[in-house]
């Protein structure tokens, strides 16, 4: 019989977390799964796996007797889920991601909480980027415990080598970080002779509307489509245009690079991590300054570089590394 996993997520089925869908959909086949979600999601896609809403550990609890797990699984470090596992003696697995790792030492309390529950002998593993190893290590995390992946990305959805449009796009969740009001002010520049698409989801879309408006409307601002659409929309670009906040520097490892690489789109990406350069593979390019960006998106993306980066996508694909999550799975 196949094992019985019980994924605990917040804001489940979230739109500027896909990552979450694809893992769900690598592992539906072997495993008898069952989700339950904290909260509600900002905004809900389409064709989300069966979950169910819990406002408390009592009906957690009350879920867990009744569809009798083998595992307890969640996304993003938390209290909740390792805390819940222990309670009811229940191996447990985490998968973290970004944002959740940003921290500035010492740890901060909620950071030492969340660490506490991972020494235990249920914790089967925690599953994280390269770049986030060493700040689990000085927060206490026993190192035999982290295992690298890369982002969780399905690149057969997107590989597509046929020709590509010749315009510009940003994607994601519409956050302080991701700071697309600079994607717009490059847009209204009018420098770079191409179209500029904005995918924007959720929270500062409508101030994103607003500035548009002030800045001329030069940029396309797009409703959100639905996962399953969004291969052709990459198909309509050239470059993927990505920016950093003056402040915020603290974007992870998009998955909309591998996503733009499968689809033939071209990456420009600040440089705010020596791993950024990394990920992107030498499959684009990775920018110093905005004037340094708006040269390279002026010129076409190197035939090159192009072929290469259909190659360099390939290494956050979901079928090469789920193992690393289904491994500890087997284990139990």
């Not at 399905?154 to 315009?167: A, E």
Request: charged residues 20%; glycine residues 6%; hydrophobic residues 40%.
């Amino acid at each position: 019989m196949p094992k019985r996993i019980l994924y605990i997520l917040q804001q489940y089925p979230e739109h500027s977390e896909t990552y979450i869908r694809t893992e769900i959909e690598a592992v539906r086949e072997r495993y008898e799964l069952s989700i339950l979600s904290t909260s509600p999601a900002h905004l809900v896609y389409d064709d989300a796996f069966p979950f169910r809403r819990i406002t408390s550990y009592q009906e957690a609890y009350a879920a867990i007797d009744e569809f009798k797990p083998d595992i307890l699984h969640t996304h993003w470090l938390n209290e909740m889920v390792p805390n819940i596992a222990i309670q009811k003696g229940l191996p447990f697995t985490l998968r973290s991601h970004s944002f959740d790792t940003y921290w500035s030492p010492p740890p901060p309390d909620y950071v030492t909480n969340a660490i506490k529950p991972l020494h235990h002998e249920l914790c089967l593993g925690i599953l994280g980027f390269q770049y986030v190893q060493q700040r689990f290590a000085e927060a206490g995390l026993p190192m035999e415990k982290f295992h690298v992946v890369p982002p969780v990305v399905n690149v057969s959805h997107f590989l597509n080598r046929s020709p590509n449009g010749k315009d510009v796009l940003n994607v994601g969740a519409a956050i302080p970080k991701k700071n697309m009001e600079q994607f717009l002010q490059v847009a209204a520049d009018r420098r770079i002779d191409r179209k500029f698409r904005l995918y924007p989801l959720a929270y500062g879309t409508p101030q994103l509307h607003d500035l548009n408006a002030q800045l001329g409307g030069a940029t396309e601002i797009h409703s959100p489509v639905q996962p399953d659409l969004m291969p052709a929309e990459y198909k309509r670009h050239e470059w993927l245009f990505i920016n950093e906040h003056p402040k915020f520097k603290s974007f992870g490892l998009p998955v909309c690079v591998a996503e733009a690489q499968a689809s033939g789109v071209g990456v420009c990406i600040p440089g705010i991590r020596p791993d950024v350069a990394e990920y992107v593979g030498g499959a684009g390019f990775v920018y110093t300054s905005l004037e340094e960006a708006i040269e390279i998106l002026s010129k076409p993306y190197p035939a090159e570089m192009r072929e290469l980066g259909f190659e360099v996508a390939q290494r956050s694909d979901i079928s090469r590394h789920i193992h690393k999550l289904t491994d500890l799975w087997d284990r139990v």
